[in-house]
């Protein structure tokens, strides 16, 4: 079975600084996916980045990076210039590819205070 | 791209009652998800469809859930004689092809019980 761990439970970062936001995951899946999702406080979750498994290249959108390390089993998240409409939740998710199963696999979330 | 919607919003219902919740994806959308989502951690899958066939219904909580797509359009999601337990978001997403296309989430109904 596939998890995902967000080991930091909150975190605060001043406004235009840069943070990071870890999580690791578990899977004997060789082909698979990884997001990291958006949840602001009372409204909808969006993605913020996703990445393919079989791309070394780290995926990158504006503002945000992810640091993949698939030997590590590793998805860290940075946030440059941070602002303060990145305050909210943020979940790393992980779906397997091929086969029937679809459904993501989330980590319990980091959330996120951007500070003025 | 009206986005996912979701109604009602909010539900609030007595134990034991019998309740239903109503997503209408994005319109291309082929696949449609439902997860819940407790305080303080992530969602969790229920089940899926791929247009109006149902492909994954193993993780829905107990038989008491139950969730249709009957035309492959919108999807609604039971629950009957609700328990204290259930109270929670439950949020739809969907998404085209296959499982690694992204999935676009609505603002989810929050149940309360009393």
């Known amino acids: 079975a596939q998890t995902v761990t967000q080991s930091q439970p909150e975190m605060s970062v001043q406004e235009a600084e840069t943070v990071t936001l870890s999580c690791t995951y578990d899977?004997?899946?060789?082909?698979?996916?990884l997001f990291w999702y958006k949840q602001p406080p009372s409204r909808q979750m969006i993605l913020v980045i996703r990445?393919?498994?079989?791309?070394?290249q780290n995926a990158t959108e504006n503002r945000f990076s992810v640091n993949f390390q698939k030997a590590a089993k590793s998805f860290s998240l940075k946030i440059s210039d941070s602002q303060l409409g990145d305050t909210a939740m943020y979940f790393c998710?992980?779906?397997?590819?091929?086969?029937?199963?679809?459904?993501?696999?989330f980590g319990k979330g980091t959330k996120l205070s951007v500070k003025p | 791209d009206t986005g996912v919607s979701q109604n009602p919003r909010h539900k609030i219902t007595k134990r034991g009652q019998n309740v239903t919740f109503r997503c209408d994806p994005i319109s291309e959308h082929n696949r449609l998800y439902w997860y819940r989502q407790t305080l303080g951690q992530g969602p969790e899958f229920l089940t899926y469809f791929q247009n109006e066939a149902q492909l994954e219904k193993s993780r829905l909580l107990s038989d008491r859930f139950s969730a249709e797509r009957p035309k492959g359009s919108f999807s609604t999601l039971e629950i009957q004689r609700t328990e204290q337990g259930d109270s929670a978001m439950y949020l739809c997403?969907?998404?085209?092809?296959?499982?690694?296309?992204?999935?676009?989430f609505g603002d989810g109904t929050r149940l309360s019980i009393l």
């Open positions: 998710a992980f779906i397997r590819t091929g086969g029937s199963q679809g459904n993501l696999i």
């Open positions: 899977t004997s899946e060789s082909n698979y996916y």
């Open positions: 997403a969907s998404s085209t092809g296959g499982g690694n296309q992204p999935q676009h």
């Open positions: 990445q393919e498994a079989y791309k070394q």
